[in-house]
């Protein structure tokens, strides 16, 4: 489904979904289509699943894997978890951490959920997020690259682009930005970015 | 007149008495005692707190060069709680707080976010000097001075209830604004009052600038040791500090026993995220040598008042102005550092350390919370609740739960699991959690004893506050475990706590049904039990065996003549777990979820609910709950006359919301919104977190600033909106009495208003 709206995903790319809650809801089904082999558009692979706003449904997944018959304790198992409840612990994960746990679990497929939320916090001081912002941001864009494996980070709330910062600088990395906006039942997909046609926007209204 | 003294530099002396009040200045660590004779003295220390920097050692001496001042050293220390063994630091010396932040800062650039790891640094110089000396706030104390120093010896003992108490002097401080409107910093002072021992005293003659002097001498003659205040934080001694600044009398403004004065702070209060709330805290105003305690804003103070503060103090070494303008989080945690700073175990300035990789899998098992049985919706007789005591931190405390002891590198075949999830639990050390919660646990069932044994009301009042304080440390010691600031928390020792709750309760639910009792309700550490002709020693019976069994005390709460289980608003069918009302044996009321337990509800409300199930208390059993029914509703018909013959007094109308964001974030005019724009208008300071009453004048207006009135604008005139308040009435009464079929209509139709 997500190669039909935004072209195929290729290793090495950096996706940033944002807008309303389906993001998530796309990001937990891109867990669990990574299970599945090359030939049916998967990525034969185990996901990770870095949380910023402690938002993973583990119920929901297991829906989806029953959804695309699959055996959904296998694909629970397959996908690895960490909540950052913080924007120290979130950079952490992303510096010190992502890089081993994908050598480690050979994972081809690493989601980063409400990334912007941790640095976000009305108590949070300003400075000192925006830095932290740049180290981890900095240190998945070599991950990816070096690492060869697709990265989904999404932001669920459009409320934190107060800080604009943190957009253009996602947005600077991206190869692919999608907002999702909900009008009653029907979810919009806008593409804002795509690598292999930088300038096309296309706005396509889909009933997903 | 007693005075303050102070030791002279070079003569050996030596104080016995409290610790009253302690903060570092530029020559060390300053220490006010009060001796038995009403007495203070002014002790200095020449001590200096460290901060701690870990990386790789090259990196380290490479810093230390860069520093280059004195006292900068390499030390062996735990970096992290479950290391194995002490790790190299650099360890620097600081002389306050703002210049361990602004080097920490330096160091974090240097070392480009990455080689260095900053430790100590957010600790107050006060506290961490308590852990050090491992003396803690009002001590009983013998103070030497030496040449080296301060040498304390306790003469106390932090474990001991029935501590002797100083002869504390305490004045409660108010002023009066010249206006009649809402006070601003530019309005003139009318007059100051003073209690002190009872004893009135106004400043009310001469101009501004003499109320001000005479309040400077008569604090300076009164000497007082605390001074309270209502809303001194927020508006009180900032305002007293501007209003000096008009009079160019602001180096002179001295309240404090340091001699120096009072600064008007240009900085704002902080507005912070708990629980999904966003909420406010004024910036504190600190009296050096004194005690402040904001009346209205120190949830602690007005829970507990000062004997919980003390307490507090004490057992988490952490000074009393600090506790009560501080939040109980705060002071939890201080009790968790100094086991730390004792063990030499550094405190991160930051907690970066994320939650252990699980599957998602692992994550559906672990991540499930408390236990809880939905009861069924209506009325119930006869039913016992059994609680069990404090059973969250008890299960830390017995079962050694921490973040450090929970799924530890040190022990993986640990014979010590968490249920459900097979987690591994250290065998090896007791963690700084379960050591920290210890000594609170054990003095809270000894004030309970205490509550019991005494006949002596005064004394059981002391008692009663001090196990207050402590509930309320103990409530906090659970949820900072997952909290995302927590210095030793970790969410997996979170949800390790959740699971060895969950199994007590199922324990114990089975066992109870085992001796033929119904589970008629249960969630989280109660358990609501029937069983038909059961008396009050079966219930007891049974409570004892859950005890013998779970060895987690549990305690009989008493037998309900009845008790009813509510729905929800939104789905008649379905049960609210904490939404319920019921009348003990002896006739006492408790009510959870509903209008006389909420804070956004007005008073006329809330009066009008508490008057209902009055009426309904008097049931002996349900069928007679049905038969008082009628009468129930006769009290709502009363109070709809009240409100539409408009016989309400205006502050049984307010209305109180909490701001969730700033004023000017607001997309929605909501009401408290509409009332915070209200008083910003009137250049009144209104930030988020703050609360906001508010009395509806007309709902349906499509103004939206003339829909509701701030309190502080209110005046007799004000109309309000009878229509509105009518709505929260029925919609209050229609919750109580939903099981029995009645909705907000129906009660409108029982009333003759449809």
Redesign the interface.
């Known amino acids: 489904m997500f190669d039909s709206l935004f072209g195929k995903l290729n290793l090495g790319h950096l996706v940033f979904l944002h807008g309303t809650q389906y993001c998530l809801a796309l990001s937990e089904l891109l867990c669990v289509q990574a299970q599945l082999a090359l030939a049916e558009g998967g990525l034969e692979s185990k996901a ?2 870095i949380d910023g706003g402690n938002t ?1 449904d ?2 929901l ?2 829906e989806y894997a029953e959804q695309l018959s699959l055996d959904s ?1 296998k ?12 924007y ?6 992303i ?1 010190n ?1 992502l890089k081993p ?1 994908i050598d480690r679990l050979k994972i081809k497929l690493a989601v980063i959920s409400n990334i912007l939320e941790p640095y976000s ?3 949070v001081a300003g400075k ?1 997020s925006s ?2 912002f740049k ?1 981890a941001l900095n240190s998945l864009v070599t991950t990816i690259k070096e690492k060869k494996i697709v990265a989904i980070v999404t932001s669920l709330n459009d409320r934190y682009f107060h800080k604009k910062s943190f957009f253009k600088q996602i947005a600077y990395h991206s190869d692919i930005i999608a907002k999702l906006e909900d009008y009653g039942d029907l979810t919009t997909a806008i593409l804002e970015k795509h690598s292999v046609s930088a300038l096309i926007t296309l706005v396509s209204s889909l009933r997903l | 007149m007693p005075k303050s003294t102070a030791f002279s530099k070079e003569c050996v002396q030596s104080v016995e008495g409290w610790i009253l009040d302690l903060y570092p200045k530029e020559d060390g660590m300053v220490i006010w005692i009060k001796t038995e004779k009403g007495d203070t003295t002014r002790l200095v220390d020449r001590w200096r707190y460290s901060i701690y920097v870990s990386g790789n050692h090259s990196d380290l001496i490479d810093l230390a060069k860069q520093i280059a001042t004195d006292g900068v050293a390499l030390e062996k220390k735990y970096v992290r709680p479950e290391d194995p063994r002490k790790s190299t630091v650099l360890k620097i010396p600081v002389s306050n707080s703002r210049e361990a932040q602004e080097l920490a800062e330096k160091i974090l650039v240097y070392g480009g976010y990455k080689r260095f790891r900053l430790y100590n640094v957010d600790v107050k110089p006060s506290q961490m000097y308590l852990y050090e000396k491992d003396i803690f706030p009002f001590a009983f104390v013998h103070a030497a001075q030496r040449s080296n120093g301060l040498e304390w010896c306790l003469l106390d003992s932090q474990e001991e209830v029935e501590y002797k108490m100083p002869p504390l002097k305490e004045l409660t401080l108010e002023v009066k604004v010249a206006t009649e409107r809402i006070p601003k910093f530019t309005d003139e002072i009318k007059e100051v009052n003073i209690n002190f021992g009872g004893e009135s005293i106004r400043i009310y003659s001469g101009d501004e600038l003499d109320k001000l002097m005479t309040l400077v001498k008569l604090i300076r003659q009164l000497d007082p040791d605390i001074i309270y205040t209502p809303n001194g934080d927020e508006f009180l001694f900032p305002y007293l500090a501007r209003r000096a600044v008009q009079n160019e009398f602001s180096e002179k403004l001295i309240i404090g026993r340091e001699g120096s004065p009072l600064r008007v702070s240009n900085g704002k209060g902080t507005s912070y995220v708990s629980y999904g709330m966003v909420h406010y805290r004024p910036l504190p105003t600190r009296l050096l040598g004194r005690i402040h305690i904001d009346m209205e804003n120190s949830l602690l103070y007005c829970d507990c008042g000062l004997q919980g503060l003390i307490e507090v103090a004490r057992i988490c070494r952490i000074p009393v102005q600090r506790v009560s303008n501080t939040t109980i989080g705060t002071s939890m945690t201080s009790a968790q550092l100094y086991h730390a700073v004792r063990d030499d175990i550094l405190i991160p300035w930051v907690k970066a350390d994320p939650e252990d990789l699980k599957t998602a899998r692992e994550l559906l098992i672990a991540d499930r919370g408390g236990f809880y049985h939905e009861p069924k919706v209506g009325i119930h007789d006869r039913v016992c609740e059994l609680d069990f005591t404090s059973l969250y931190p008890m299960l830390m405390l017995k079962k050694n739960l921490s973040a450090e002891t929970v799924r530890c590198k040190c022990c993986p075949d640990s014979t010590e699991r968490v249920p459900e999830l097979n987690y591994n639990i250290c065998e090896k050390r007791k963690g700084i959690v379960p050591r920290s919660i210890e000594l609170l646990l054990k003095k809270r069932t000894k004030y309970k004893e205490l509550e019991g044994r005494v006949s002596d009301p005064s004394l059981r009042s002391l008692y009663e506050k001090r196990r207050a304080a402590l509930k309320w440390i103990l409530v906090c010691a659970f949820g900072y475990l997952g909290f995302k600031n927590a210095r030793f928390g970790k969410i997996d020792a979170h949800i390790a706590t959740c699971a060895f709750a969950r199994q007590t309760l199922l324990k114990a639910a089975r066992l109870a049904e085992e001796r033929g009792f119904e589970l008629v309700h249960g969630i989280v550490d109660s358990l609501w039990l029937k069983k038909r002709g059961a008396t009050e020693n079966d219930f007891i019976e049974l409570r004892d065996e859950i005890y013998r069994e779970t060895e987690l005390p549990i305690s009989f709460e008493g037998v309900y003549r009845w008790i009813v289980f509510l729905p929800s608003e939104a789905r008649r069918n379905l049960p609210v777990l904490t939404r319920y009302y019921g009348v003990f044996m002896d006739g006492r009321v408790k009510a959870r979820g509903i209008a006389t337990r909420r804070h956004d509800i007005p008073e006329v409300v809330r009066k009008c609910i508490e008057e209902m199930l009055t009426v309904l208390a008097k049931g002996e059993d349900s069928s007679d709950f049905y038969s008082r029914m009628p009468e129930s509703i006769d009290v709502l018909k009363k109070y709809v006359q009240a409100l539409k013959s408009r016989r309400i007094e205006l502050e049984d109308l307010f209305i109180e919301r909490h701001l969730s964001r700033e004023v000017h974030e607001y997309r929605h005019e909501v009401l408290q919104a509409i009332a915070a724009k209200q008083l910003v208008k009137e250049e009144v300071e209104v930030r988020a977190g703050q609360s906001i009453s508010f009395i509806i004048i007309n709902s349906e207006n499509k103004f939206s600033k003339n829909r509701v009135l701030a309190a502080e604008l209110v005046d007799e005139r004000t109309p309000y909106d009878v229509d509105r308040y009518l709505e929260l009435l029925f919609s209050s009464a229609a919750t109580i009495l939903a099981p029995f079929g009645y909705t907000a209509s129906d009660l409108k139709r029982a009333t003759n208003l449809l």
Request: glycine share 0%.
């Open positions: 990770i699943f993973f583990p119920c997944v297991a304790d694909v629970l198992e397959n996908i690895f978890v960490s909540r950052a409840f913080t120290h612990q979130l950079t952490s994960l510096a951490n746990w916090y009305p108590d000192q830095i932290f180290v």
